[in-house]
């Protein structure tokens, strides 16, 4: 569903991507972790054409970035680093008018925005401004406004930055439970381990490279890795991080 080849990114004389490659496949939740600085952000804009590919190929469900952008960015639900929400719009109005851009029919378009308020308990707050929901709420109505036109790959670049552990944790299970149910394909950016769940596939990024990709509890057999800690000190060359919550093939155990 995505595919990811050979692209490198440089700016000036600084070199961000180096001959990234990677595939998700349909319905996976593919979690792209690395440490700050190690080009996720960069990847992001890459994919969303924020950027131009300057080498590489990006396909999205078989649609190239490059030369068919406008098949590939309508079949993607991208929710960025920093919110974009307008906090002074109702939390209905924010939805509607993303609706409207992604060229959806009012009568399709109100019908899934009043399931989505009903999923996330704000259907009695649909006309607060979004400036009075908290933190959570406002990640979680962004993510569901990505969702709106039903694409076949939600893209989201640190989405719990900010957020209190409880509140991150909600909203990762949510992700995996939505995508689940949807069987949208994920690609999550982060640098915090305990992100990934068991079944994710992985995808290691630093420094530009990739340095292994698959999904996690085959990357901890390969890598003799006993949790993702491990692993992911030992591919990013980490100094060892007291023990953290994050998949480990105790999990695997019977
Ligand atoms: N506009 C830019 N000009 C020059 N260098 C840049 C620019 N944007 C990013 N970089 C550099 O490219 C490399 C990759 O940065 P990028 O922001 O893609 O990483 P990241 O993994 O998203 O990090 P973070 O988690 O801190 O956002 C870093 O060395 C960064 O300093």
Same mark, same amino acid.
Request: proline residues 5%; aromatic residues 4%.
């Given at each position: 569903?995505?595919?990811? /080849?050979?692209?490198?990114?440089?700016?000036? /004389?600084?070199?961000?991507?180096?001959?990234?490659?990677?595939?998700?496949?349909?319905?996976?939740?593919?979690?792209?972790? !690395?440490?700050?600085?190690?080009?996720?952000?960069?990847?992001?804009?890459?994919?969303? /054409?924020?950027?131009?590919?300057?080498?590489?190929?990006?396909?999205?469900?078989?649609?190239?970035? !490059?030369?068919?952008?406008?098949?590939?960015?309508?079949?993607?639900?991208?929710?960025?680093?920093?919110?974009?929400?307008?906090?002074?719009?109702?939390?209905?109005?924010?939805?509607?008018?993303?609706?409207?851009?992604?060229?959806?029919?009012?009568?399709?378009?109100?019908?899934?925005?009043?399931?989505?308020?009903?999923?996330?308990?704000?259907?009695?707050?649909?006309?607060?401004?979004?400036?009075?929901?908290?933190?959570?709420?406002?990640?979680?109505?962004?993510?569901?406004?990505?969702?709106?036109?039903?694409?076949?790959?939600?893209?989201?670049? +640190?989405?719990?930055?900010?957020?209190?552990?409880?509140?991150?944790?909600?909203?990762?299970?949510?992700?995996?439970?939505?995508?689940?149910?949807?069987?949208?394909?994920?690609?999550?950016?982060?640098?915090?381990?305990? +992100?990934?769940?068991?079944?994710?596939?992985?995808?290691?990024?630093?420094?530009? /490279?990739?340095?292994?990709?698959?999904?996690?509890?085959?990357?901890?057999? +390969?890598?003799?890795?006993?949790?993702?800690?491990?692993?992911?000190?030992?591919?990013?060359?980490?100094?060892?991080?007291? %023990?953290?919550?994050?998949?480990?093939?105790?999990?695997?155990? %019977?």
């Amino acid at each position: 569903m995505l595919s990811v /080849r050979e692209v490198s990114h440089t700016y000036g /004389r600084r070199t961000a991507l180096e001959a990234a490659t990677f595939d998700v496949p349909a319905g996976a939740f593919a979690v792209l972790l !690395g440490p700050n600085g190690a080009g996720k952000s960069t990847l992001y804009a890459l994919l969303t /054409r924020l950027l131009p590919l300057q080498t590489g190929r990006i396909e999205v469900a078989g649609h190239g970035i !490059g030369d068919a952008p406008l098949a590939a960015l309508a079949r993607m639900g991208v929710v960025f680093q920093s919110p974009t929400l307008d906090l002074d719009l109702g939390v209905q109005q924010n939805l509607a008018y993303f609706a409207r851009l992604r060229g959806l029919p009012a009568r399709t378009a109100r019908a899934r925005i009043d399931s989505e308020l009903e999923r996330l308990g704000l259907a009695e707050r649909r006309t607060e401004k979004v400036r009075q929901l908290n933190g959570g709420h406002r990640r979680r109505l962004e993510i569901a406004r990505a969702l709106l036109h039903e694409p076949d790959v939600l893209l989201l670049d +640190e989405p719990t930055v900010g957020l209190d552990i409880p509140t991150r944790r909600r909203i990762v299970d949510d992700v995996h439970a939505l995508a689940a149910d949807k069987g949208v394909t994920v690609l999550w950016a982060t640098h915090l381990i305990d +992100e990934v769940r068991a079944g994710d596939r992985v995808i290691v990024l630093h420094e530009g /490279r990739v340095r292994a990709s698959g999904e996690i509890m085959a990357l901890l057999d +390969e890598h003799d890795a006993d949790d993702i800690s491990a692993l992911f000190d030992d591919l990013t060359g980490r100094e060892r991080q007291p %023990p953290m919550r994050g998949v480990s093939r105790r999990e695997a155990a %019977p």
